[in-house]
Structure formats: C-alpha cells, structure tokens
C-alpha cells in the first residue's frame, strides 16, 4: 500500500476527501497531514483520524526541517491540497514526479503567484470565462507549471459570481482529485511490478 503526504494550508475540505476516500481503498493511505498555519481548520478536521499532523513554518520549509520531517513517514507521493507556500527545490529534487497538486482553473490560464482561491474566480468572472475547470499537474520550481496529469472543465453562466464558481470547482475537486491520486498510485505500482 503506497504511503501520501498531504500538504494543506487552509480549510482542509480537498485533504479530508482525499483521507475518507483512501480509507475505503487499500491502494494507498495518507499517513501525515503537513501545515504551514497552526490556526487552519484543516488541523481540526485530522483529530477524527488516526493522522498524524505537523505544523511548520515557511523558514522550515526552505531550510530543509520539513524534509526531513517528511522522511519519517517514507511517503511515496506528496500531494498538495490547498497549499499556498512555494515549494523549495530540496523536496523537488527529494522527491522527483512524485508531488501533485491541484489549481482551482485550467493552466496555464490563471496560474502563476497570487493566483489562488477566490483570487482565481474572481478574475475568471471578469473576463467574462464561458468555463473553467481544475488542473491536477506535478509540481516543480515554478508555481503552476509542472506537467499536466489532468484538467476538467465546466461551464459557466453569464449570472455566475466568483462564489458560484467557487461552489462548482469544489465539486470538481471533490470528484476528481482523489481518483486521479489513485490512478498514479496504481499506474506506478503496476510499473514498478514490471520492472522488479
């Protein structure tokens, strides 16, 4: 059973799916939730399972603390669920194709520093986007520009607010983001059988 490491820093709905939905499966289990705010509620929502949590800070995330923090738990995939930090080359380069993470729109629209959450909707709204989407891609030095695993778009309306876009790609998310984690889970064990 592969071993995830989930990165979240806010409200935890997208980390908490991922947790009950690999629950039911026996392809993968996350193993640690990592948080860079100790207030975030995604904190709260680990209590209920068996868990463990760790809160850092970005100087630990670049200085290399949170690597080897993320050692102990020998993941075989970090995935990013809601994570706003940029994330160093010491757990790129430690971790090669094998960290995810999702965008609320379909790069390379709307990607880039700055662009997360509401931010996101709200420019979508403006210029008056006729759909929107999720991008599910690997994660490298640059925010947003990793290779593209996968996108779903939905359509919008004219009378959509930013909310109403928000609301639609939480379902997207809701859906997606955990098969898709355990497509790859799957994929590279089944390689990994070929190979050994």
Request: aromatic fraction near 10%; glycine fraction near 6%; hydrophobic fraction near 40%.
């Amino acid at each position: 059973m592969k071993k995830i490491v989930v990165f979240a820093s806010g409200s935890g709905t997208n980390a908490e799916n991922i947790i009950q939905y690999f629950e039911k499966t026996t392809s993968g289990r996350v193993v640690a939730v990592f948080c860079n705010n100790a207030q975030a509620l995604v904190l709260e929502k680990v209590k209920k399972y068996a868990i463990s949590s760790e809160i850092f800070s970005k100087n630990d995330l670049n200085e290399g603390l949170v690597l080897q923090k993320i050692k102990n738990f020998a993941p075989d995939w970090i995935v990013l669920a809601g994570f706003l930090l940029k994330f160093p080359s010491n757990l790129i380069d430690a971790y090669p194709d094998k960290i995810i993470n999702i965008h609320p729109a379909l790069l390379p629209k709307y990607g880039g520093k700055g662009m997360y959450g509401m931010h996101i909707h709200e420019a979508v709204v403006a210029n008056k986007e006729v759909e929107t989407g999720i991008t599910i891609h690997y994660v490298n030095e640059n925010y947003d520009e990793g290779n593209i695993i996968f996108q779903q778009s939905v359509i919008l309306t004219p009378t959509d607010n930013a909310h109403d876009v928000a609301v639609k790609i939480h379902k997207l998310e809701q859906e997606y983001f955990p098969k898709v984690i355990e497509d790859l889970l799957l994929t590279t064990a089944s390689a990994e059988n070929k190979e050994g």
